[in-house]
């Protein structure tokens, strides 16, 4: 069966300081991978979306960038954070044959202070 | 365009029943999902329909999609206190990574 994980679970970073989030999936092979952001409004906000190695889609302008360095991982990168990329973080995965149904991870909460 | 709206809050006593509502604007939309987020937890997938359906039904969870008027529920049956959560729908499109475009949320709240 197919998990997906992401990690840290949370995070507490100072303005200005760099970020890496990871998120990486099992059991299954070249799938899409997604990254949301959450905010405290509660809507979901697509950032990046990858339909394969080293292919990365800019959702919205931003001060984040991706990056796919393997099939089954995807990494949301910061060189340096702001107070508003503060949010909760969500990795998702699709398999590229199925349905489009995608599967969420566990979500890392992002505090920057 | 692609907008998708729902109630932002909902009361439910326990075993009662709680229908979730939710609009939407593109009609090429293939699937139509629901999500379940529990407090500081990821979605989890409850169920889906496929667009060219009006119903589906998974234990206590009943899906209406009505496509002409772009309008789609989640009924959920005898309501407990582990329900309450936020519900997302979502709305998937081909072509383009085939991008989910997800609701506000309703918070349920199941009340003893």
């Known amino acids: 069966s197919q998990t997906i994980h992401q990690w840290p679970a949370t995070l507490v970073q100072p303005v200005g300081s760099p970020l890496s989030l990871e998120c990486t999936v099992e059991g299954t092979s070249n799938p899409n991978l997604y990254w949301y952001r959450q905010a405290a409004g509660r809507g979901l906000q697509l950032l990046f979306y990858s339909v394969g190695i080293g292919q990365i889609s800019s959702e919205v302008p931003q001060n984040l960038s991706a990056s796919r360095p393997q099939d089954r991982q995807f990494i949301l990168s910061s060189k340096k954070l702001l107070l508003s990329d503060s949010g909760f973080y969500l990795c998702a995965w699709r398999e590229l044959a199925g349905k489009e149904t995608q599967y969420f991870g566990p979500g890392t909460r992002l505090l920057v202070l | 365009g692609e907008d998708v709206e729902q109630s932002l809050f909902l009361s439910v006593r326990e075993g009662d029943s709680s229908v979730i509502n939710c609009t939407y604007t593109d009609s090429s939309s293939t699937y139509l999902y629901w999500y379940k987020q529990e407090p500081g937890a990821g979605l989890q997938l409850l169920t889906y329909?496929?667009?060219?359906?009006d119903m589906k039904q998974d234990q206590r969870l009943t899906v209406l999609l009505n496509k002409k008027d772009k309008h789609l529920s989640l009924r959920i049956a005898d309501t407990q206190t582990g329900d309450s959560a936020i519900y997302f729908c979502a709305e998937s499109m081909k072509g383009g990574g085939n991008k989910l475009t997800f609701g506000t949320g309703t918070q349920l709240k199941v009340e003893l």
């Open positions: 329909i496929f667009s060219n359906m």
